[in-house]
């Protein structure tokens, strides 16, 4: 039996939270429309804290206390506002391309979470709200404080023993990689690709060196070499490494199909050396977030104080 998508979860986690969202809803449209909080002169609605609590719930599986969806709606009023001042202001594009990576995440298409939302009375712009914020305070404090939250190879080091002698490098390749493609017209017969195939197996028994390549590409008409790349073994997939450890320096790879023609690609240098290990990579990832999170808290904190909030 297969396991549900995230949508068929979704849609179970929606109809299961009905009822529920339903008496959330409670009040007269009078009472959902009147101001609840006013921050820096912008206001806050009931309808706002009722549409949030009904998202919050939907999310979390947890009955939303009132107060804290009101801080959450303050907090996004104040990071929106320090947004202006620094001049970063998301447009509705950049809001819904954030949006619509949401929904792709779920499985959906932005149309579908629409009305998933829609269909339990949740605007999309309450979602479309909160990623504003998120967008704009990541931003924010990537940018303002991007020294403090560099985390430096004696602090992973640090951490890496004191989590037990982590093997924080590995060994590991440096290539010089050059990719040459005969262009092949796209739509065009199986017996021309086949021909570029052979022409391209007969060029390559001839190219001794990345000079050669260079020069013999780059006269050639329907035939490109791009300029050279620098790859580590990190970056490659292991089946390309393996084919580049049995190419000769300055020889070319096996010809292949792909969208552009039929590719090659010319190793040009190959030398050993170190790359990070998986483990150390999480190591400096987890210290970022320490460092991100705690530089976010202390400045929401700073911003908030600063606001004006009145509650009505």
Not at 157 to 163: D, E, F, R, S
Not at 300 to 308: G, H, I, N, P
Request: hydrophobic share 40%; with cysteine.
């Amino acid at each position: 039996m297969t396991s549900p998508t995230p949508f068929l979860r979704l849609r179970s986690l929606v109809l299961g939270c009905a009822a529920a969202l339903v008496l959330m809803a409670g009040g007269s449209p009078l009472q959902a429309q009147s101001v609840a909080v006013m921050v820096n002169g912008e206001p806050i609605t009931n309808f706002d804290i009722e549409q949030r609590g009904k998202l919050n719930f939907l999310s979390t599986r947890k009955a939303p206390v009132r107060q804290e969806v009101i801080n959450e709606l303050i907090d996004e009023k104040v990071k929106i506002r320090e947004g202006k001042k620094f001049g970063v202001e998301p447009t509705s594009t950049d809001v819904d391309q954030s949006y619509a990576q949401m929904a792709s995440r779920m499985r959906m298409p932005a149309e579908q979470l629409n009305k998933t939302l829609e269909a339990q009375g949740i605007r999309p712009d309450t979602l479309k709200s909160r990623l504003k914020a998120e967008i704009v305070w990541t931003s924010l404090v990537r940018g303002r404080f991007k020294g403090s939250l560099q985390v430096g190879e004696k602090d992973v080091a640090a951490a890496a023993q004191a989590a037990g002698n982590e093997k924080l490098e590995a060994e590991a390749f440096e290539y010089q990689l050059q990719p040459v493609v005969l262009i092949v017209p796209k739509g065009s017969a199986p017996a021309l690709i086949e021909a570029r195939r052979k022409e391209a197996e007969a060029l390559r028994s001839r190219v001794q060196t990345c000079e050669e390549a260079n020069a013999l590409f780059k006269s050639m008409q329907n035939a490109t070499i791009r300029a050279v790349v620098t790859k580590t073994s990190a970056d490659l997939p292991q089946v390309l490494r393996e084919v580049l450890d049995k190419t000769p320096i300055g020889h070319l790879t096996a010809p292949e199909q792909t969208k552009a023609g039929v590719e090659m690609v010319a190793l040009c240098g190959r030398k050993p050396t170190t790359v990070d290990t998986p483990k150390k990579k999480e190591i400096r990832d987890k210290m970022y977030v320490e460092k991100y999170e705690a530089k976010s808290k202390a400045y929401l904190q700073d911003v908030r104080k600063a606001a004006m909030i009145e509650y009505r």
